[in-house]
Protein backbone atom coordinates (compact mmCIF):
# COMPACT_ATOMS: atom_id res chain seq x y z
CA UNK A 1 0.00 0.00 0.00
CA UNK A 2 2.88 2.47 0.74
CA UNK A 3 4.49 1.90 -2.39
CA UNK A 4 1.11 2.24 -4.47
CA UNK A 5 0.90 5.96 -2.49
CA UNK A 6 4.07 6.85 -3.13
CA UNK A 7 4.10 6.10 -6.88
CA UNK A 8 0.91 7.91 -7.38
CA UNK A 9 2.51 10.91 -5.31
CA UNK A 10 5.36 10.84 -7.40
CA UNK A 11 3.35 10.83 -10.59
CA UNK A 12 0.86 13.24 -9.63
CA UNK A 13 3.97 15.68 -8.43
CA UNK A 14 5.72 15.22 -11.74
CA UNK A 15 2.65 16.95 -13.00
CA UNK A 16 1.48 19.81 -10.93
CA UNK A 17 4.64 21.37 -9.92
CA UNK A 18 6.37 24.06 -11.77
CA UNK A 19 9.51 23.33 -11.49
CA UNK A 20 12.12 22.49 -15.06
CA UNK A 21 13.92 19.44 -14.14
CA UNK A 22 17.22 18.89 -15.73
CA UNK A 23 19.47 15.72 -15.74
CA UNK A 24 23.03 15.91 -14.65
CA UNK A 25 25.46 13.36 -15.03
CA UNK A 26 27.46 12.94 -11.80
CA UNK A 27 31.57 12.07 -11.61
CA UNK A 28 30.54 11.63 -15.42
CA UNK A 29 34.53 11.33 -16.23
CA UNK A 30 35.06 8.57 -13.82
CA UNK A 31 34.72 4.84 -14.54
CA UNK A 32 32.82 3.91 -11.37
CA UNK A 33 32.65 0.60 -9.43
CA UNK A 34 30.93 1.29 -5.93
CA UNK A 35 29.47 3.97 -4.60
CA UNK A 36 27.54 5.00 -1.04
CA UNK A 37 24.64 7.58 -0.15
CA UNK A 38 24.27 9.12 3.08
CA UNK A 39 21.03 10.80 3.54
CA UNK A 40 21.87 13.81 6.00
CA UNK A 41 18.75 15.63 5.95
CA UNK A 42 15.48 13.79 5.58
CA UNK A 43 14.50 10.34 4.04
CA UNK A 44 14.85 8.93 0.63
CA UNK A 45 13.12 6.16 -1.23
CA UNK A 46 15.02 3.50 -3.18
CA UNK A 47 13.03 2.33 -6.55
CA UNK A 48 14.03 -0.43 -8.25
CA UNK A 49 12.53 -0.02 -11.86
CA UNK A 50 8.85 0.81 -10.44
CA UNK A 51 9.59 -1.34 -7.11
CA UNK A 52 9.30 -0.38 -3.66
CA UNK A 53 12.57 -1.55 -2.00
CA UNK A 54 13.85 0.92 0.94
CA UNK A 55 13.06 4.44 2.79
CA UNK A 56 16.37 5.63 4.42
CA UNK A 57 17.53 7.93 6.71
CA UNK A 58 20.31 9.25 8.24
CA UNK A 59 22.75 7.34 9.62
CA UNK A 60 21.81 4.50 7.07
CA UNK A 61 24.44 3.94 4.42
CA UNK A 62 23.44 2.91 1.22
CA UNK A 63 25.58 1.19 -1.44
CA UNK A 64 25.54 0.17 -5.40
CA UNK A 65 27.65 -2.11 -7.44
CA UNK A 66 27.63 -2.72 -11.05
CA UNK A 67 27.06 -6.82 -11.74
CA UNK A 68 28.10 -8.42 -15.20
CA UNK A 69 24.97 -8.90 -15.97
CA UNK A 70 24.06 -5.31 -16.41
CA UNK A 71 22.28 -5.13 -13.17
CA UNK A 72 23.25 -3.38 -9.86
CA UNK A 73 23.32 -4.99 -6.60
CA UNK A 74 22.33 -2.76 -3.41
CA UNK A 75 23.40 -2.97 0.12
CA UNK A 76 21.95 -1.36 3.14
CA UNK A 77 24.25 -0.62 5.94
CA UNK A 78 26.29 -3.62 4.39
CA UNK A 79 23.87 -6.16 4.03
CA UNK A 80 23.14 -7.11 0.21
CA UNK A 81 19.03 -5.76 -0.31
CA UNK A 82 18.58 -6.62 -3.61
CA UNK A 83 19.63 -7.15 -6.90
CA UNK A 84 17.83 -4.70 -9.83
CA UNK A 85 17.84 -2.30 -12.73
CA UNK A 86 17.29 0.95 -12.96
CA UNK A 87 17.66 2.36 -9.48
CA UNK A 88 16.32 5.65 -8.16
CA UNK A 89 16.57 7.35 -5.24
CA UNK A 90 13.74 9.96 -4.46
CA UNK A 91 14.14 12.27 -1.60
CA UNK A 92 10.77 12.83 0.64
CA UNK A 93 11.67 16.76 -0.08
CA UNK A 94 13.10 18.31 -2.31
CA UNK A 95 15.34 20.77 -0.30
CA UNK A 96 16.85 17.10 1.13
CA UNK A 97 20.31 16.31 0.44
CA UNK A 98 22.76 13.39 0.87
CA UNK A 99 26.13 12.92 0.54
CA UNK A 100 27.45 11.23 -2.47
CA UNK A 101 30.98 9.05 -1.53
CA UNK A 102 32.32 7.08 -4.90
CA UNK A 103 34.12 3.81 -3.15
CA UNK A 104 36.39 2.65 -6.28
CA UNK A 105 37.67 4.75 -7.36
CA UNK A 106 38.42 6.82 -4.20
CA UNK A 107 36.42 10.22 -4.88
CA UNK A 108 36.46 13.09 -2.70
CA UNK A 109 32.62 13.22 -1.24
CA UNK A 110 30.07 15.66 -2.90
CA UNK A 111 26.49 16.36 -1.23
CA UNK A 112 23.32 17.25 -3.71
CA UNK A 113 19.66 17.54 -3.69
CA UNK A 114 17.08 16.52 -6.15
CA UNK A 115 16.17 13.09 -6.85
CA UNK A 116 19.25 10.50 -8.55
CA UNK A 117 19.16 7.53 -11.07
CA UNK A 118 21.91 4.89 -10.78
CA UNK A 119 22.49 2.91 -13.91
CA UNK A 120 24.50 -0.04 -15.06
CA UNK A 121 26.56 1.43 -18.20
CA UNK A 122 28.68 -1.15 -19.74
CA UNK A 123 29.92 -2.50 -16.17
CA UNK A 124 30.48 0.89 -14.36
CA UNK A 125 27.52 2.98 -12.61
CA UNK A 126 26.34 6.12 -13.85
CA UNK A 127 24.71 8.04 -11.16
CA UNK A 128 22.50 11.37 -12.29
CA UNK A 129 21.39 13.80 -10.54
CA UNK A 130 17.48 14.72 -11.34
CA UNK A 131 16.76 18.11 -10.19
CA UNK A 132 15.30 21.66 -10.43
CA UNK A 133 16.68 23.58 -12.61
CA UNK A 134 17.02 26.81 -10.55
CA UNK A 135 18.77 24.80 -7.94
CA UNK A 136 21.61 23.12 -10.74
CA UNK A 137 22.07 26.97 -11.55
CA UNK A 138 22.95 27.95 -7.76
CA UNK A 139 25.53 24.81 -7.77
CA UNK A 140 26.76 25.60 -10.82
CA UNK A 141 27.24 29.19 -10.14
CA UNK A 142 28.81 28.78 -6.45
CA UNK A 143 31.74 26.19 -9.14
CA UNK A 144 31.90 28.42 -11.73
CA UNK A 145 32.64 32.04 -10.44
CA UNK A 146 33.18 31.91 -6.72
CA UNK A 147 31.69 33.67 -3.84
CA UNK A 148 32.15 37.27 -2.77
CA UNK A 149 31.07 38.81 -5.88
CA UNK A 150 28.59 41.25 -6.57
CA UNK A 151 25.07 40.32 -7.01
CA UNK A 152 24.94 41.50 -11.04
CA UNK A 153 28.06 39.49 -11.81
CA UNK A 154 25.67 36.57 -10.16
CA UNK A 155 22.77 37.39 -12.36
CA UNK A 156 25.03 37.49 -15.38
CA UNK A 157 26.86 34.09 -14.66
CA UNK A 158 22.88 32.74 -13.89
CA UNK A 159 21.69 33.95 -17.49
CA UNK A 160 24.59 32.45 -19.01
CA UNK A 161 24.56 29.27 -17.20
CA UNK A 162 20.54 28.99 -17.65
CA UNK A 163 21.27 29.83 -21.36
CA UNK A 164 24.13 27.01 -21.97
CA UNK A 165 22.01 24.78 -20.29
CA UNK A 166 18.87 24.95 -22.58
CA UNK A 167 21.13 25.27 -25.90
CA UNK A 168 23.14 21.80 -24.57
CA UNK A 169 20.37 20.51 -23.53
CA UNK A 170 21.02 17.22 -25.31
CA UNK A 171 24.95 17.13 -25.09
CA UNK A 172 24.93 13.92 -23.29
CA UNK A 173 21.52 12.47 -24.83
CA UNK A 174 22.70 9.18 -25.39
CA UNK A 175 24.29 8.65 -22.27
CA UNK A 176 20.60 9.15 -20.41
CA UNK A 177 21.44 12.67 -19.19
CA UNK A 178 21.26 16.47 -20.35
CA UNK A 179 24.61 17.77 -19.23
CA UNK A 180 27.81 16.29 -17.66
CA UNK A 181 29.12 17.77 -14.33
CA UNK A 182 32.46 18.80 -15.35
CA UNK A 183 33.82 21.67 -17.43
CA UNK A 184 33.29 19.78 -20.68
CA UNK A 185 29.35 21.44 -19.97
CA UNK A 186 29.44 23.71 -16.45
CA UNK A 187 31.18 22.76 -13.21
CA UNK A 188 28.30 21.26 -10.89
CA UNK A 189 30.74 20.04 -7.82
CA UNK A 190 28.05 20.14 -5.20
CA UNK A 191 24.70 21.37 -4.24
CA UNK A 192 23.91 25.25 -3.62
CA UNK A 193 24.96 26.43 -0.22
CA UNK A 194 22.46 28.63 0.25
CA UNK A 195 24.24 31.60 -0.66
CA UNK A 196 21.63 34.30 -0.02
CA UNK A 197 22.87 36.73 -2.92
CA UNK A 198 23.73 33.43 -5.55
CA UNK A 199 20.00 32.22 -4.22
CA UNK A 200 18.57 35.42 -5.00
CA UNK A 201 20.05 36.57 -8.64
CA UNK A 202 19.07 33.06 -9.48
CA UNK A 203 15.80 34.39 -8.61
CA UNK A 204 15.34 37.40 -9.74
CA UNK A 205 16.39 36.21 -13.17
CA UNK A 206 14.04 32.85 -13.19
CA UNK A 207 13.54 31.78 -16.44
CA UNK A 208 15.47 34.56 -18.65
CA UNK A 209 17.73 33.42 -21.15
CA UNK A 210 20.09 35.11 -24.44
CA UNK A 211 18.89 34.77 -27.33
CA UNK A 212 20.34 36.41 -31.05
CA UNK A 213 18.73 38.72 -33.19
CA UNK A 214 17.46 35.50 -34.96
CA UNK A 215 15.41 33.93 -32.05
CA UNK A 216 18.06 31.69 -31.40
CA UNK A 217 19.74 30.88 -27.74
CA UNK A 218 23.21 33.02 -27.90
CA UNK A 219 26.56 31.21 -27.82
CA UNK A 220 27.47 32.06 -23.97
CA UNK A 221 31.57 31.63 -23.95
CA UNK A 222 33.59 32.81 -21.79
CA UNK A 223 36.90 33.15 -20.10
CA UNK A 224 38.71 34.72 -17.05
CA UNK A 225 40.37 37.32 -18.54
CA UNK A 226 40.55 39.02 -22.40
CA UNK A 227 43.90 41.02 -21.64
CA UNK A 228 42.90 43.94 -22.88
CA UNK A 229 40.83 42.54 -26.36
CA UNK A 230 38.37 39.96 -26.99
CA UNK A 231 39.30 37.38 -29.61
CA UNK A 232 37.50 36.58 -32.59
CA UNK A 233 36.25 32.75 -32.57
CA UNK A 234 37.97 32.56 -36.40
CA UNK A 235 41.41 32.24 -34.33
CA UNK A 236 40.14 29.89 -31.57
CA UNK A 237 38.22 27.57 -33.59
CA UNK A 238 38.83 28.16 -36.96
CA UNK A 239 35.38 29.11 -37.58
CA UNK A 240 33.11 32.31 -37.56
CA UNK A 241 30.27 32.22 -34.90
CA UNK A 242 27.11 34.68 -35.22
CA UNK A 243 27.46 37.68 -32.91
CA UNK A 244 30.90 37.63 -32.17
CA UNK A 245 33.65 40.02 -33.06
CA UNK A 246 36.71 41.06 -31.62
CA UNK A 247 36.31 44.44 -29.57
CA UNK A 248 38.78 46.66 -26.72
CA UNK A 249 37.87 45.95 -23.18
CA UNK A 250 39.34 48.17 -20.64
CA UNK A 251 37.53 46.68 -17.73
CA UNK A 252 40.08 43.92 -17.45
CA UNK A 253 43.14 45.12 -17.75
CA UNK A 254 44.31 45.90 -13.98
CA UNK A 255 43.29 42.69 -12.63
CA UNK A 256 45.10 39.75 -11.26
CA UNK A 257 44.83 37.47 -14.66
CA UNK A 258 45.69 40.46 -16.80
CA UNK A 259 49.56 39.86 -17.26
CA UNK A 260 51.76 36.70 -17.04
CA UNK A 261 55.42 36.06 -18.27
CA UNK A 262 56.59 32.64 -19.39
CA UNK A 263 60.27 31.80 -20.40
CA UNK A 264 60.84 29.13 -22.80
CA UNK A 265 64.59 27.66 -23.37
CA UNK A 266 64.71 28.37 -27.38
CA UNK A 267 66.28 25.43 -27.86
CA UNK A 268 62.55 23.88 -27.05
CA UNK A 269 61.08 26.47 -29.18
CA UNK A 270 63.20 25.99 -32.34
CA UNK A 271 62.01 22.39 -31.91
CA UNK A 272 59.10 22.49 -32.03
CA UNK A 273 58.41 25.51 -34.79
CA UNK A 274 61.11 23.47 -37.13
CA UNK A 275 59.11 20.42 -36.86
CA UNK A 276 55.84 21.30 -37.22
CA UNK A 277 56.16 23.71 -39.28
CA UNK A 278 59.52 23.92 -41.28
CA UNK A 279 60.08 27.45 -39.84
CA UNK A 280 63.68 28.23 -41.32
CA UNK A 281 65.66 28.76 -37.78
CA UNK A 282 68.98 28.72 -39.85
CA UNK A 283 67.92 32.22 -41.34
CA UNK A 284 68.64 35.54 -38.84
CA UNK A 285 66.30 38.01 -40.17
CA UNK A 286 63.63 34.93 -39.65
CA UNK A 287 64.87 34.52 -36.28
CA UNK A 288 65.21 38.33 -35.86
CA UNK A 289 61.67 38.88 -36.45
CA UNK A 290 60.69 35.95 -33.83
CA UNK A 291 62.53 37.34 -31.24
CA UNK A 292 60.66 40.89 -31.70
CA UNK A 293 57.37 39.10 -32.47
CA UNK A 294 54.66 41.93 -30.96
CA UNK A 295 50.85 42.16 -30.55
CA UNK A 296 49.73 45.50 -29.34
CA UNK A 297 46.98 44.21 -30.79
CA UNK A 298 45.40 40.47 -30.80
CA UNK A 299 46.86 38.77 -34.08
CA UNK A 300 45.64 35.04 -35.02
CA UNK A 301 49.05 34.03 -36.76
CA UNK A 302 52.68 33.92 -35.49
CA UNK A 303 55.09 36.46 -37.08
CA UNK A 304 52.78 36.39 -40.18
CA UNK A 305 50.73 34.27 -42.16
CA UNK A 306 53.26 33.41 -44.44
CA UNK A 307 54.83 31.18 -41.98
CA UNK A 308 51.50 29.68 -40.84
CA UNK A 309 51.65 29.41 -37.69
CA UNK A 310 48.23 29.73 -35.72
CA UNK A 311 48.83 31.04 -31.99
CA UNK A 312 46.82 28.69 -30.95
CA UNK A 313 48.69 26.11 -31.93
CA UNK A 314 51.79 27.89 -29.57
CA UNK A 315 49.75 27.98 -26.99
CA UNK A 316 48.22 24.38 -26.77
CA UNK A 317 51.96 23.22 -27.16
CA UNK A 318 53.38 25.57 -24.59
CA UNK A 319 50.02 26.04 -22.39
CA UNK A 320 50.20 29.03 -22.34
CA UNK A 321 47.10 31.31 -20.62
CA UNK A 322 46.86 32.95 -23.27
CA UNK A 323 47.27 33.82 -27.28
CA UNK A 324 47.72 37.28 -26.71
CA UNK A 325 51.83 37.62 -25.79
CA UNK A 326 54.90 39.55 -27.50
CA UNK A 327 58.28 37.90 -27.47
CA UNK A 328 61.68 38.31 -26.63
CA UNK A 329 65.30 37.41 -25.88
CA UNK A 330 67.03 36.76 -22.80
CA UNK A 331 69.88 34.30 -22.80
CA UNK A 332 69.13 30.93 -23.79
CA UNK A 333 65.43 31.84 -23.10
CA UNK A 334 62.53 33.39 -25.47
CA UNK A 335 60.49 35.25 -23.13
CA UNK A 336 56.76 35.53 -23.73
CA UNK A 337 54.87 38.45 -22.06
CA UNK A 338 51.50 38.06 -22.37
CA UNK A 339 48.02 39.05 -21.64
CA UNK A 340 44.77 37.93 -20.66
CA UNK A 341 43.72 33.92 -19.07
CA UNK A 342 41.59 31.98 -21.38
CA UNK A 343 40.52 31.67 -25.11
CA UNK A 344 38.82 35.62 -25.17
CA UNK A 345 36.22 34.72 -26.72
CA UNK A 346 32.63 36.12 -25.27
CA UNK A 347 32.12 37.20 -21.45
CA UNK A 348 35.75 38.40 -19.85
CA UNK A 349 34.99 37.47 -16.30
CA UNK A 350 36.91 39.70 -14.71
CA UNK A 351 35.85 42.65 -17.01
CA UNK A 352 32.44 41.82 -16.21
CA UNK A 353 33.25 41.66 -12.08
CA UNK A 354 34.90 44.86 -12.50
CA UNK A 355 31.89 46.40 -14.52
CA UNK A 356 29.64 45.93 -11.27
CA UNK A 357 32.02 48.06 -9.30
CA UNK A 358 31.23 50.21 -11.58
CA UNK A 359 27.82 50.30 -11.30
CA UNK A 360 26.86 48.66 -14.28
CA UNK A 361 23.72 45.92 -14.11
CA UNK A 362 23.77 42.19 -15.74
CA UNK A 363 21.57 43.83 -18.87
CA UNK A 364 24.37 46.61 -19.82
CA UNK A 365 27.10 43.73 -18.98
CA UNK A 366 25.99 41.35 -21.43
CA UNK A 367 24.98 43.61 -23.85
CA UNK A 368 28.79 44.86 -23.59
CA UNK A 369 30.37 41.05 -24.22
CA UNK A 370 27.19 39.66 -25.90
CA UNK A 371 26.26 42.61 -28.73
CA UNK A 372 23.16 42.55 -30.33
CA UNK A 373 21.78 39.79 -27.51
CA UNK A 374 18.33 40.02 -26.26
CA UNK A 375 17.03 38.86 -22.81
CA UNK A 376 13.84 36.68 -23.06
CA UNK A 377 11.74 35.75 -19.96
CA UNK A 378 11.12 32.18 -20.93
CA UNK A 379 7.78 31.33 -19.37
CA UNK A 380 8.55 28.21 -17.19
CA UNK A 381 5.94 26.16 -18.31
CA UNK A 382 6.88 26.04 -21.97
CA UNK A 383 10.02 24.28 -21.58
CA UNK A 384 11.71 20.65 -20.96
CA UNK A 385 14.89 18.84 -20.47
CA UNK A 386 13.01 15.70 -20.98
CA UNK A 387 11.95 14.48 -24.54
ZN1 LIG B 1 29.60 17.46 -20.68
ZN1 LIG C 1 38.53 41.66 -20.72
Not at 251 to 258: D, L, P
Request: glycine fraction near 6%; charge should be positive; aromatic fraction near 14%.
Amino acid sequence: MLRLLIIIVLFCSSFTSEAQLIRVGLFASQKISQVRFSPKVGSCFIFSDTSFIAKISSPDLIEFSPEQTGKIEISINGKVLHVGNNISVVQEKNENHLDIKVLKPTLKTRSYEGDFFVLNTKGYLQVINDIDLEQYLEGVIESEAGTGQRIEYYKVQAIISRTYAMKYKKKHESSGFNLCDATHCQAYLHKRNQSPVIDTAVSKTRGVIMLDKNGALYSTFFHANCGGQTCEPDAVWNQKIEGFSSFKDTFCIHTNQSKWVKKIPIKDWNTFLQDKYNFPVWDSISVEQMFNFQQNERKTFFINPFFGIPLRDIREAFKLKSTFFSCSKEGDFIVLSGRGFGHGVGLCQEGAMNMTKYGYDYNQILAFYFPGMILYEQPIASFSFRK
